[in-house]
Protein backbone atom coordinates (compact mmCIF):
# COMPACT_ATOMS: atom_id res chain seq x y z
CA UNK A 1 0.00 0.00 0.00
CA UNK A 2 1.30 3.27 -0.98
CA UNK A 3 0.74 6.31 0.94
CA UNK A 4 3.74 8.60 -0.21
CA UNK A 5 0.74 10.83 -2.25
CA UNK A 6 -1.83 10.27 0.71
CA UNK A 7 -1.54 13.85 2.73
CA UNK A 8 -4.65 13.40 4.56
CA UNK A 9 -3.32 10.12 6.42
CA UNK A 10 -0.48 12.54 7.27
CA UNK A 11 -1.97 14.99 8.67
CA UNK A 12 -3.90 12.15 10.59
CA UNK A 13 -1.08 11.01 11.96
CA UNK A 14 0.47 13.52 12.88
CA UNK A 15 -1.78 14.85 15.12
CA UNK A 16 -2.17 11.68 16.95
CA UNK A 17 1.91 11.52 17.18
CA UNK A 18 1.08 15.00 19.32
CA UNK A 19 -1.81 13.67 20.93
CA UNK A 20 0.04 10.65 22.15
CA UNK A 21 3.29 12.52 23.06
CA UNK A 22 1.28 14.99 25.27
CA UNK A 23 -0.32 11.98 26.85
CA UNK A 24 2.75 10.29 27.69
CA UNK A 25 3.94 13.68 28.86
CA UNK A 26 1.34 14.12 31.07
CA UNK A 27 1.40 10.54 32.47
CA UNK A 28 4.98 10.71 32.92
CA UNK A 29 4.64 14.37 35.01
CA UNK A 30 2.06 12.46 37.00
CA UNK A 31 4.10 9.87 37.75
CA UNK A 32 6.98 12.06 38.58
CA UNK A 33 4.33 13.56 41.09
CA UNK A 34 3.57 10.50 42.84
CA UNK A 35 7.13 9.29 43.11
CA UNK A 36 8.35 12.72 45.26
CA UNK A 37 5.10 12.14 47.29
CA UNK A 38 6.87 8.48 47.79
CA UNK A 39 9.86 10.17 48.98
CA UNK A 40 11.46 8.60 45.60
CA UNK A 41 13.50 11.45 44.24
CA UNK A 42 15.52 10.20 42.10
CA UNK A 43 12.79 8.02 40.35
CA UNK A 44 10.87 10.81 40.25
CA UNK A 45 13.80 13.42 38.53
CA UNK A 46 14.25 10.73 36.07
CA UNK A 47 10.34 10.51 35.48
CA UNK A 48 10.44 14.44 34.70
CA UNK A 49 13.79 14.73 32.89
CA UNK A 50 12.05 12.09 30.35
CA UNK A 51 8.81 14.65 29.86
CA UNK A 52 11.22 17.26 28.99
CA UNK A 53 13.00 14.84 26.73
CA UNK A 54 9.98 14.43 24.36
CA UNK A 55 8.85 18.60 25.27
CA UNK A 56 12.12 21.10 26.14
CA UNK A 57 9.29 23.85 25.76
CA UNK A 58 6.97 22.44 28.57
CA UNK A 59 7.46 24.82 31.46
CA UNK A 60 5.31 22.25 33.88
CA UNK A 61 8.58 19.78 33.55
CA UNK A 62 11.38 22.36 34.08
CA UNK A 63 9.17 23.28 37.61
CA UNK A 64 9.04 19.87 38.47
CA UNK A 65 12.74 19.58 38.04
CA UNK A 66 13.58 22.37 39.09
CA UNK A 67 11.85 21.76 42.73
CA UNK A 68 12.48 18.12 42.50
CA UNK A 69 17.06 19.22 42.47
CA UNK A 70 16.00 21.94 45.37
CA UNK A 71 14.39 19.66 47.64
CA UNK A 72 17.39 17.44 47.52
CA UNK A 73 20.05 20.52 48.05
CA UNK A 74 21.10 21.21 45.07
CA UNK A 75 20.49 24.66 43.96
CA UNK A 76 23.64 24.68 41.56
CA UNK A 77 21.69 22.33 39.83
CA UNK A 78 18.23 23.45 40.12
CA UNK A 79 19.72 27.04 39.02
CA UNK A 80 21.07 25.31 36.03
CA UNK A 81 17.59 24.23 34.83
CA UNK A 82 16.29 27.56 35.40
CA UNK A 83 18.54 29.13 32.93
CA UNK A 84 18.19 26.20 30.36
CA UNK A 85 14.48 26.68 30.75
CA UNK A 86 14.53 30.56 30.27
CA UNK A 87 17.27 30.16 27.41
CA UNK A 88 15.17 27.67 25.61
CA UNK A 89 11.46 29.59 25.76
CA UNK A 90 13.39 32.94 24.90
CA UNK A 91 15.03 30.90 21.95
CA UNK A 92 11.88 29.01 21.08
CA UNK A 93 8.83 30.98 21.51
CA UNK A 94 10.61 34.34 21.63
CA UNK A 95 9.00 35.02 25.79
CA UNK A 96 10.37 34.75 28.99
CA UNK A 97 8.69 31.69 30.77
CA UNK A 98 5.58 32.01 32.84
CA UNK A 99 7.46 30.63 35.58
CA UNK A 100 9.53 33.45 35.64
CA UNK A 101 7.99 34.75 39.06
CA UNK A 102 7.01 31.79 40.48
CA UNK A 103 10.36 29.87 40.45
CA UNK A 104 13.51 31.91 40.09
CA UNK A 105 13.46 33.23 43.90
CA UNK A 106 12.76 29.76 45.27
CA UNK A 107 16.59 29.16 43.82
CA UNK A 108 17.71 32.63 45.28
CA UNK A 109 18.96 32.02 48.87
CA UNK A 110 22.47 32.06 48.15
CA UNK A 111 22.42 34.40 45.68
CA UNK A 112 25.32 36.90 45.07
CA UNK A 113 23.42 39.74 44.83
CA UNK A 114 21.13 41.30 47.57
CA UNK A 115 18.78 43.99 47.41
CA UNK A 116 17.45 45.44 50.53
CA UNK A 117 14.24 47.78 50.24
CA UNK A 118 13.54 47.94 53.55
CA UNK A 119 14.59 51.53 54.96
CA UNK A 120 17.31 53.13 52.51
CA UNK A 121 17.88 51.21 49.18
CA UNK A 122 20.85 49.18 49.55
CA UNK A 123 22.46 46.48 46.69
CA UNK A 124 25.17 44.18 48.05
CA UNK A 125 27.15 42.30 45.37
CA UNK A 126 29.50 39.36 47.01
CA UNK A 127 29.03 40.56 50.41
CA UNK A 128 29.75 44.38 49.64
CA UNK A 129 27.69 47.51 49.24
CA UNK A 130 27.80 48.58 45.68
CA UNK A 131 26.80 52.41 45.33
CA UNK A 132 24.79 52.87 42.30
CA UNK A 133 25.21 56.07 40.24
CA UNK A 134 22.22 58.59 40.01
CA UNK A 135 18.50 58.36 42.04
CA UNK A 136 16.64 57.06 38.93
CA UNK A 137 19.57 53.64 38.55
CA UNK A 138 18.47 52.58 41.93
CA UNK A 139 14.46 53.75 41.10
CA UNK A 140 15.03 51.30 38.18
CA UNK A 141 16.62 48.51 40.17
CA UNK A 142 13.79 48.67 43.19
CA UNK A 143 10.87 48.37 40.39
CA UNK A 144 12.47 45.73 38.65
CA UNK A 145 13.02 44.02 41.71
CA UNK A 146 9.47 44.45 43.11
CA UNK A 147 7.48 43.65 40.12
CA UNK A 148 9.43 39.85 39.35
CA UNK A 149 8.50 39.73 36.09
CA UNK A 150 9.49 41.07 32.52
CA UNK A 151 8.39 44.61 31.87
CA UNK A 152 7.96 46.79 28.79
CA UNK A 153 10.67 49.22 28.00
CA UNK A 154 7.99 51.91 27.50
CA UNK A 155 6.37 51.17 30.95
CA UNK A 156 9.39 51.76 32.20
CA UNK A 157 10.28 55.30 30.71
CA UNK A 158 6.72 56.01 31.48
CA UNK A 159 7.15 55.78 35.06
CA UNK A 160 10.50 56.87 35.70
CA UNK A 161 10.75 59.60 33.05
CA UNK A 162 7.11 60.99 32.62
CA UNK A 163 6.60 64.23 30.45
CA UNK A 164 10.04 63.66 28.62
CA UNK A 165 10.19 63.42 25.00
CA UNK A 166 10.33 59.80 24.04
CA UNK A 167 13.72 59.70 22.93
CA UNK A 168 15.17 61.56 25.67
CA UNK A 169 13.24 58.97 28.25
CA UNK A 170 14.75 56.32 25.93
CA UNK A 171 17.90 58.02 26.18
CA UNK A 172 17.53 57.97 30.00
CA UNK A 173 16.41 54.81 30.16
CA UNK A 174 19.67 53.01 28.05
CA UNK A 175 22.23 55.18 30.39
CA UNK A 176 20.17 53.35 33.31
CA UNK A 177 20.35 50.26 32.37
CA UNK A 178 23.77 50.29 31.32
CA UNK A 179 25.05 51.70 34.95
CA UNK A 180 22.89 49.30 36.43
CA UNK A 181 24.36 45.87 34.11
CA UNK A 182 27.69 47.32 35.63
CA UNK A 183 26.68 46.66 39.56
CA UNK A 184 24.53 43.70 39.09
CA UNK A 185 26.18 41.88 36.15
CA UNK A 186 23.33 39.15 34.46
CA UNK A 187 21.21 39.47 37.13
CA UNK A 188 19.72 41.95 34.50
CA UNK A 189 18.29 40.46 31.47
CA UNK A 190 16.79 42.30 28.43
CA UNK A 191 15.38 40.67 24.85
CA UNK A 192 14.18 42.83 22.63
CA UNK A 193 11.87 45.29 23.81
CA UNK A 194 11.44 43.13 27.69
CA UNK A 195 13.78 43.95 30.69
CA UNK A 196 13.29 42.19 33.91
CA UNK A 197 16.07 40.82 36.80
CA UNK A 198 16.67 37.46 36.80
CA UNK A 199 15.30 36.42 40.37
CA UNK A 200 16.90 32.98 40.39
CA UNK A 201 20.31 35.47 40.98
CA UNK A 202 19.13 37.98 43.28
CA UNK A 203 17.61 38.28 46.90
CA UNK A 204 15.00 40.66 47.74
CA UNK A 205 14.33 41.08 51.33
CA UNK A 206 10.63 42.07 51.24
CA UNK A 207 9.99 39.07 48.96
CA UNK A 208 11.13 36.33 52.28
CA UNK A 209 9.26 38.81 54.50
CA UNK A 210 6.36 37.87 52.74
CA UNK A 211 6.00 34.66 52.56
Not at 100 to 110: K, N, R, T, V
Request: aromatic share 8%.
Amino acid sequence: MDLADCSAFETWLSTHRARWRDRTIQTLLRRAGELREADDQESALEAAHQALGLDPLSERAHALVIKLLRERGDFAAARRQWDICLKTTLQELGSVPSILSCWGPALSEDAACRIYLLGQPRLVVNGAITALPYQKTTALLAYLACQGEALERQQVRDLLWPGSRADKAAANLRHALHFLRKCVGDVLCTHGDTLWLDPARFWLDTQWLEM
